[in-house]
C-alpha cells in the first residue's frame, strides 16, 4: 500500500524559511520521480520541484534559486527547504512519487500515482 505523509508546515513572515519532509514506503529509491506540489485556494495544483532516481533535480521558476529538493534514501524521506519565502508561497503542499513519467512533464500532476495528504504553509507580508 502506498505511503506518503507530509510534515513541516506552518505560518512564517515574509522572507522567513521552513522545511518540509515527506516520509515514503520505500518511493525515495524506487521511484522514477519524487516531486513536490502546492496547491492555493481557487487555483489549480503546481509542480514546484522533482527529483528523480540519480538525484537530478527540476525547479518550477517561481521558487528557483530559493526552494531546495532533496531525499535520505536510509530514513526513505523525501525534502524541501523553503527560503526567502514570499505571501505567493502560500499553499496547501503535497509529496507525490510516480514510477513512469513523460520526458520534461514532471511539473504534471496527471503524471504523478501517489500522493500525501498535504501539509498547509502560510506566508504573512
Known amino acids: 500500500q502506498a505511503h506518503l505523509e507530509e510534515s513541516g508546515g506552518g505560518s512564517v513572515q515574509a522572507g522567513g524559511s521552513l522545511g518540509l519532509s515527506c516520509a515514503t514506503s520505500g518511493y525515495t529509491y524506487s521511484s522514477t520521480c519524487m516531486g513536490w506540489f502546492r496547491q492555493a485556494p481557487g487555483k489549480e495544483r503546481e509542480g514546484v520541484a522533482c527529483i528523480d532516481r540519480d538525484g537530478g533535480t527540476s525547479y518550477a521558476d517561481s521558487v528557483k534559486g530559493r526552494f531546495t529538493i532533496s531525499k535520505d534514501e536510509a530514513r526513505d524521506t523525501l525534502y524541501l527547504q523553503m527560503n526567502s519565502l514570499k505571501p505567493e508561497d502560500t499553499a496547501m503542499y503535497y509529496c507525490?512519487?510516480?514510477?513512469?513519467?513523460?520526458?520534461?512533464?514532471?511539473?504534471?500532476?496527471?503524471?504523478?500515482?501517489?500522493w500525501g495528504h498535504g501539509t498547509q504553509v502560510t506566508v504573512s507580508s
Open positions: 507525490a512519487a510516480t514510477f513512469s513519467i513523460r520526458f520534461g512533464m514532471w511539473y504534471e500532476p496527471k503524471e504523478y500515482n501517489y
